[in-house]
C-alpha cells in the first residue's frame, strides 16, 4: 500500500516539474520576446496621427510627406528625426497660430479650424502635443497674446453666418487630465468690426460699429479697460499695431477704387494720411514705423507694384518682385528686413480682387529683402513637396529665427528654419 501511494507522489512531482519547465522555457523569463516598434500610428485611411491627436472619423486623414510628431516613449535606441528646414506643422485647416522663444526652444501654437483643439509644436523636435480637447469649432482667425497662453478668435455663429468675437485663456488643469489645458473664454463687445495686438502681445485695439460710426478702443488683451481712442467715418478697414505709438488703419483693398493708409498715435487718437489714393492699396508697416511696403495696382495698367515707402523722406522704391503685402512680414529683431511669399509666375487676372476671391492662386518662393540697402536673398524655393504653396499670414517668432505661414490654398501650417538657411 505504501509503495502504491510513494507511486502516485513520484507521478505527480514529475508533472508539475515538467509543467514548470514548459512554462519556463517557453512562455516565462527563459526567452526573451523582443518588442516590435510599430513606429508612428496611422489610421485606416493611412494618414499620420500625430502624438495625441484623434483622426477625424468622418473624412480621410491627410498624409504628410514630412513627418509630424513622435510619441513620447522613445528609449535611447530610438533614432531621433531631424527637424526639417522646411516643416508641416499642421496638416489639417489651422484657425490662427502664434508664436513664442523660450529659454530653449522656439514654440508655435495653433487652433484647429474645424474642431477648436489647441496644439503646440517646438523648433527643437517633431512632436505635436495637444493642449485642449475643448470643442470651439468654426474658428477661421485667432491671434495671440506674447507668451501663446491666450487668443482673440473671430468665430462664426451655430446656426448663422454672423461672427462673434471671443476672448480664449489656455488655463492649467490637475494633473489626472488628459490634457495640460483647459480653455476658458468669454465674448468681446457685439458688432467688432476689427481688432489688432500690440507690439508688446499684451494689449489690443478694437474698431466697433456704433451706430453707423466706426470707434477705436484700446483694451488689455482680454478686452478689459475699453478706452476710447478715436473714430471714423470708414467701414471696411484693416487695422495694425505694428510698432507702440502707431496704429495704422487701411481701407481694404479693391482694384475698383482708390485706397488709403493712415497713422493713428495710440495715446492721443490723431490721425495722419500717410499713403493714397492708390487702386488696390494694400499695407504693412516695419516694427519701428520707418517703412512701408505696400502694394497697389496702376489705374491704366493695372500691373501690380510692390513699393517700399520711406516715412520719413516721402519717397518710394520699387522692390525687385510683385507681391501682395498681406504675403509678407516684417522682421521684429530685425526691424528693417522683410520676407515675402513671391509668386514664381503672376498670372494674368484682377489684382487684388482675384487672389483675396480664391479664383486666382499662386506657387511662391520666399524673399528676404533689407528695406535699408534694397538687398534682395531667395530663403526658400519650397520645392520637394506634394503641393504648391501659397504662403499668407506670415509671422516670425521674437527672434527672427523661424518663420511660419500658411498655405492658402489649403490652410495647412508650415514653419521655415531661417537659422539653418
Known amino acids: 500500500m505504501k509503495l502504491k501511494y510513494l507511486l502516485i507522489i513520484l507521478v505527480v512531482l514529475i508533472l508539475i516539474g515538467a ?138 455663429s451655430e446656426n448663422s453666418s454672423s461672427v462673434e468675437t471671443v476672448y480664449a485663456e489656455l488655463q492649467k488643469q490637475i494633473a489626472t487630465s488628459s490634457t495640460s489645458y483647459t480653455l476658458k473664454g468669454k465674448s468681446l463687445p457685439e458688432k467688432t468690426l476689427a481688432y489688432a495686438v500690440s507690439p508688446r502681445g499684451d494689449r489690443l ?38 510698432e507702440e505709438s502707431i496704429i495704422t488703419l487701411t481701407t481694404k483693398p479693391s482694384s475698383t477704387q482708390d485706397g488709403f493708409m493712415y497713422f493713428i498715435n495710440s495715446k492721443t487718437g490723431t490721425m495722419k494720411k500717410v499713403l493714397g489714393p492708390l487702386r488696390g492699396l494694400t499695407t504693412k508697416v516695419s516694427r519701428d514705423g520707418r517703412f512701408v511696403l505696400e502694394s497697389h495696382v496702376e489705374s491704366a495698367s493695372r500691373d501690380l507694384r510692390t513699393s517700399i515707402y520711406t516715412v520719413s523722406k516721402n519717397t518710394s522704391a520699387e522692390v525687385g518682385f510683385k507681391t501682395l503685402t498681406d504675403k509678407c512680414v516684417w522682421g521684429n529683431f530685425y526691424k528693417d528686413v522683410f520676407y515675402c511669399g513671391v509668386p514664381s509666375l503672376l498670372p494674368t487676372g484682377v489684382y487684388p480682387d482675384g487672389w483675396y476671391l480664391g479664383t486666382m492662386s499662386f506657387r511662391d518662393k520666399i524673399w528676404q529683402v533689407n528695406a535699408e540697402t534694397g538687398e534682395l536673398k531667395l530663403v526658400s524655393a519650397l520645392t520637394g513637396q506634394d503641393r504648391s504653396i501659397d504662403a499668407y499670414k506670415l509671422g516670425l517668432d521674437r527672434n527672427d529665427n523661424y518663420l511660419f505661414f500658411v498655405n492658402k490654398d489649403d490652410l495647412t501650417l508650415w514653419s521655415l528654419d531661417l537659422v539653418a538657411q
Do not use: C, H
Not at 209 to 237: I, M, N, P, W
Open 205 to 242: 485695439v478694437i474698431l466697433l460699429d456704433e451706430g453707423g460710426e466706426t470707434v477705436g478702443y484700446t483694451s488689455t488683451f482680454g478686452g478689459q479697460s475699453l478706452t476710447r481712442l478715436f473714430s471714423t467715418a470708414l467701414k471696411q478697414v484693416v487695422i495694425e499695431w505694428p
Open 19 to 156: 509543467g514548470a519547465a514548459y512554462w519556463y522555457f517557453f512562455t516565462g523569463a527563459g526567452i526573451e520576446v523582443p518588442v516590435i516598434d510599430t513606429g508612428t500610428q496611422t489610421n485606416s485611411n493611412g494618414g499620420f496621427v500625430p502624438f495625441g491627436r484623434p483622426a477625424v472619423s468622418n473624412s480621410p486623414a491627410p498624409t504628410n510627406t514630412t513627418p509630424t510628431a513622435t510619441t513620447s516613449n522613445q528609449t535611447d535606441s530610438t533614432p531621433v528625426m531631424k527637424v526639417p528646414t522646411l516643416r508641416l506643422i499642421s496638416s489639417t485647416p489651422v484657425g490662427g497660430y502664434g508664436a513664442s522663444t523660450t529659454a530653449t526652444a522656439t514654440i508655435v501654437r495653433w487652433v484647429d479650424r474645424g474642431r477648436g483643439n489647441i496644439y503646440e509644436a517646438s523648433g527643437a523636435n517633431l512632436e505635436i502635443q495637444t493642449l485642449s480637447n475643448i470643442v470651439v469649432p468654426r474658428i477661421y482667425e485667432s491671434v495671440w497674446n506674447k507668451n501663446v497662453t491666450a487668443f482673440i478668435a473671430s468665430t462664426l
